[in-house]
């Protein structure tokens, strides 16, 4: 792994801190990644998202009921 020097605002720098001593994570460093693979999962979700709405908006019109397309669309997200 890279080594990174980053700097925290000091209530950035206390929530870390109170997340470590409440045993959620073991350091920093594994809350730090954790936090950044989250923003990336929510990233490539939004990305699908949009991708699916481009691709609607060009598809047109559907004859499905808003919870039909509620289901598929959770159904999508899920695998």
Same mark, same amino acid.
């Given at each position: 792994?890279?080594?990174?020097?980053?700097?925290?605002? @000091?209530?950035? /720098? !206390?929530? $870390?801190?109170?997340?470590?001593?409440?045993? @959620?994570?073991?350091?920093?460093? !594994? =809350?730090?990644? /954790? $936090?950044?693979r989250q923003a990336r999962?929510?990233?490539?979700?939004?990305? =699908?998202?949009?991708?699916? =709405?481009?691709?609607? @908006?060009?598809?047109?019109?559907?004859?499905?009921?808003?919870?039909e397309i509620l289901k598929?669309?959770?159904?999508? $997200?899920?695998?």
């Amino acid at each position: 792994m890279r080594r990174q020097s980053i700097s925290f605002t @000091e209530p950035n /720098d !206390e929530w $870390l801190k109170n997340q470590i001593a409440n045993k @959620e994570y073991s350091s920093k460093s !594994e =809350l730090v990644n /954790d $936090l950044i693979r989250q923003a990336r999962n929510q990233h490539n979700q939004v990305d =699908l998202i949009r991708l699916k =709405l481009d691709r609607a @908006e060009k598809s047109g019109f559907t004859i499905d009921s808003k919870s039909e397309i509620l289901k598929q669309s959770k159904s999508m $997200l899920n695998g």
